[in-house]
């Protein structure tokens, strides 16, 4: 029998309030549950939208680590896998670390991964206020299945996505923070079900709502099918992931055997 496992996706509109993002983290976390799924996906920015006021090193040291400890205790008291996007001070006062954190049922972090390619594109500057990461993502164990991590605008580098199909992902989970735009919404799309159709595996992106985030939260199947989404509004998207489906769209369409390593590398 193959292994199952039901994901909820949180599309939320975050406030640059840790304590109130966390309460509503609680709320979906807890309807997540009830509705059956193993793992809940908040966005990237989830522990507090930076403002003109706030930026995101101001957020991480006035919350001085009450929401990551918010989101081990409602790990262990929903019994989900949480996955979440947090601020996480660096060594430059100025600047920290995007990154997201997976917290276990018995309220552990169990995998972490910092951005690696920050938005400096389009009138942004995430530099700014964001140090990029200097380690690859990485593919935890979560329900019987592998799954890895990316952020937002990683979506661009099918390298990245390429690491991880070699290190054996069968769910990527994209937790993001992708801005509304022209074509936008269109890329944001076409990228995550290419990056599904060329690994063949589950691409899954929790995006935010409100201001100028553009939502439309979905999942993917490794043939590029669509398994559940959402519009511009706040959402719980659930949907069902599958690795006997994973299996046979890879035996059908065995795309990562044909890879020509001998020329082209991994």
């Known amino acids: 029998m193959g292994i199952r496992v039901s994901i909820a996706l949180a599309q ?6 840790p304590a109130a993002n966390l309460a509503r983290a609680q709320v979906l976390a807890r309807q997540a549950a009830e509705m059956g799924s193993a793992l809940v996906v908040f966005p ?9 006021e706030r930026s995101p090193a101001w957020i991480a040291a006035a919350d001085g680590g009450k929401f990551v400890q918010g989101l081990k205790s409602l790990a262990a008291e929903t019994g989900l896998f949480v996955v979440a996007g947090c601020w996480e001070p660096g060594p430059d006062q100025r600047r920290v670390y995007n990154t997201a954190h997976i917290f276990s049922p018995e309220g552990e972090i169990v995998a972490s991964y910092r951005k690696l390619h920050l938005f400096d594109a389009l009138n942004v500057r995430e530099s700014d206020s964001m140090i990029p990461g200097d380690a690859p993502p990485p593919v935890a164990d ?3 299945m592998r799954v890895g991590l990316a952020i937002c ?3 661009r580098f099918p ?3 390429r690491h991880l199909a070699g290190r054996g992902a069968q769910l990527v989970l994209v937790p993001s923070a992708w801005y509304q735009g022209p074509m936008k919404e269109v890329h944001w799309l076409t990228l995550l079900r290419a990056r599904a159709i060329e690994n063949t595996f589950f691409v899954a992106g929790c995006n935010l709502v409100g201001g100028a985030f553009c939502g439309c939260s979905t999942v993917f199947d490794p043939f590029g099918v669509s398994l559940a989404g959402s519009g511009e509004a706040p959402a719980l998207v659930q949907a069902s992931v ?21 020329l082209l590398g991994a």
Do not use: C, N, W
């Not at 990237?44 to 003109?52: A, D, N, S, V």
């Not at 769209?249 to 890879?259: G, T, Y």
């Open 153 to 155: 605008y990683d979506l």
């Open 12 to 17: 939320v509109e975050s406030t640059p309030d």
């Open 44 to 52: 990237e920015m989830f522990m507090g939208r930076p403002t003109e």
């Open 242 to 262: 599958d690795i006997q489906r994973l299996e046979a769209v890879r035996e059908k369409l065995p795309s990562l055997r044909h890879r020509r390593l001998d």
């Open 159 to 161: 390298e990245l996505f």
């Open 142 to 144: 979560i329900a019987g």
